[in-house]
Nanobody, 124 residues
Framework: QVQLVESGGGSVQAGGSLRLSCAAS????????MGWFRQAPGKEREEVAL????????YYANSVKGRFTISHDNAKNTLYLQMNSLKTEDTAMYYC?????????????????WGQGTQVTVSS
């Protein structure tokens, strides 16, 4: 069993930055697909960014490319999401997730482990 705990959310003005963290504990396999997802009120959960901890391959949603950076510290078992140039449309609950399968085969709803989420609010 893997536990994921997010932190770093908050309120920021448009154009600002935030850094989200996701600490993993419990049984940690050698490689995971880890990712950040978000869900705004009345909208479906969407994929924001993914990373394969075994080699560092990354994927970004078009809406965040060039503004967000996902990274993983293997020694600390911690996932990060650096968010720059934030927009009001980035406002959502952000979730961390992990799955031992390759990122290319795991659907959004199929991730095995999820955190409780951290709120990000961007005001104009």
């Amino acid at each position: 069993q893997v536990q994921l705990v997010e932190s770093g959310g908050g309120s920021v003005q448009a154009g600002g930055s935030l850094r989200l963290s996701c600490a993993a504990s419990g049984y940690i396999a050698s490689t995971y697909c880890m990712g950040w997802f978000r869900q705004a009120p009345g909208k479906e959960r969407e994929e924001v960014a993914l990373i394969w901890t075994g080699g560092g391959s990354t994927y970004y949603a078009n809406s965040v490319k060039g503004r967000f950076t996902i990274s993983h510290d293997n020694a600390k078992n911690t996932l990060y999401l650096q968010m720059n140039s934030l927009k009001t449309e980035d406002t959502a609950m952000y979730y961390c997730a992990a799955d031992p399968r390759a990122c290319t085969v795991v659907p959004v709803a199929g991730f095995r482990y999820w955190g409780q989420g951290t709120q990000v609010t961007v005001s104009s």
